[in-house]
Structures are given as structure tokens and as C-alpha cells.
């Protein structure tokens, strides 16, 4: 019961993510979201990735977002559209995803359940080895592409920030002259 109040917490605050309009509301649904999942994997006995979900993804890359969405001071624009033009091509492809897990769900339903037997287990250690000696690399390079991509959001909205701070003195000229 708990596990599928806080799922419907999590599918909930994901579904808000799509009808918010401040990015500052619409990161607090996304935290709320990968805390939920946090606690989905603490209930289903993952305690491991319960914990690096909520550290990493809540504590660190939640915290730069909001960072970010605080640093550049995104406020929408009066009298803008309220969806997305990507909207209904979003709603398709999300009901087209939710029609193939429907369908995946249904045939693994009749299919016999086959549990692993063996003696070895996936713990702590093994994760640390892992990631540390075959993964680090991978990590490092996602590390490097958020930071990319930040800078380059970044480079982005200077231009388009003057660009507009250009255009406003031009318009203003020609309401005073006309």
C-alpha cells in the first residue's frame, strides 16, 4: 500500500512536470519525483541505489538545476502560449510507450517466474569495484557533458538576452516616433 501511494506520488509529481509553467515549480515536482523513486527503491530492498538516488540525483544534480534556474532568473514572458508546440507529439509518444509497457506487462504475466539461485551476490563492494575500476570513466565523461552543457544553456541565453536588450531600444524609438 505504501509502495503504491508514494509511485502514485512519484507519477503524479512527474505528470506536473509537464502542465507547470515556472522552471522553479517545475524543478521542486522533478526533486519531489526522484525522492519518490528514492523511496521506491528503499521499500523494494534496494537500499544502495535508494541512497545514490537521493544523493546524487536529488542532492547534487537537483541542487545545480536549482542553481541554475535561480542564476539566470527564468520568469516566463507575459501573454506566451501555456503548452508547448511539442505537446500532442509528447502525449502521442508517451501513450505509444505506455501501450508497449501495457502490452509487456501483460505478456510477462503468463510467462514462468525464474528466480537466481547462486551464491553470489551484488553488494557494496562489488558496486564500488565495479564502478571505480570499469566505470569511471563513463562517469567522468557524463560529468564533463553536463558541464558542456550548462555553459553552453548558459552562452545561449546571454545572446538571446541581448539580442532582445538590442531590439528594445529600436522598438521603443519607433513608439515614440510613430
Same mark, same amino acid.
Given at each position: ?13 512527474? #505528470? ?15 526533486? /519531489?519525483?526522484?525522492?519518490?523513486? !528514492?523511496? +521506491? &527503491?528503499?521499500? *523494494? !530492498?534496494?537500499? %544502495? $541505489? ?5 544523493? $546524487?540525483? +536529488?542532492?547534487?544534480?537537483?541542487? %545545480? ?13 507575459? !501573454?506566451?502560449?501555456? %503548452? ?6 509528447? +502525449?502521442?509518444?508517451?501513450? #505509444? ?6 502490452? #509487456?506487462v501483460s505478456r510477462s504475466g503468463n510467462a514462468p517466474v525464474t528466480t537466481v539461485t547462486g551464491t553470489s551476490t551484488f553488494g557494496l563492494v562489488q558496486f564500488s569495484s565495479a564502478f571505480?575500476?570499469? &566505470? ?9 557533458? *553536463?558541464?558542456? #552543457?550548462?555553459? @553552453? @544553456?548558459?552562452?545561449? $541565453?546571454?545572446?538571446?538576452?541581448? /539580442? ?10 519607433? @513608439? /515614440?516616433?510613430?
Open positions: 500500500m505504501i509502495l503504491a501511494l508514494i509511485g502514485a506520488l512519484a507519477l503524479v509529481s512527474a #505528470a506536473s512536470m509537464l502542465v507547470l509553467r515556472e522552471p522553479m515549480r517545475v524543478a521542486l515536482a522533478l526533486i /519531489t519525483t526522484m525522492t519518490a523513486l !528514492g523511496a +521506491v &527503491y528503499g521499500l *523494494l !530492498g534496494v537500499h %544502495f $541505489i535508494a541512497a545514490f538516488q537521493v544523493l $546524487i540525483y +536529488v542532492g547534487a544534480v537537483m541542487v %545545480f538545476m536549482v542553481y541554475v534556474i535561480m542564476l539566470l532568473q527564468l520568469r516566463e514572458p507575459a !501573454g506566451q502560449r501555456r %503548452f508547448s508546440k511539442w505537446l500532442i507529439p509528447g +502525449v502521442v509518444v508517451g501513450a #505509444a510507450l505506455s501501450g508497449v509497457l501495457g502490452v #509487456a571505480l575500476s570499469q &566505470y569511471w570513466l563513463e562517469f567522468e565523461l557524463t560529468t564533463v557533458l *553536463l558541464v558542456s #552543457a550548462i555553459v @553552453a @544553456a548558459l552562452a545561449v $541565453i546571454n545572446v538571446s538576452r541581448r /539580442t532582445q536588450a538590442a531590439a528594445a531600444p529600436a522598438a521603443s524609438g519607433e @513608439a /515614440t516616433r510613430g
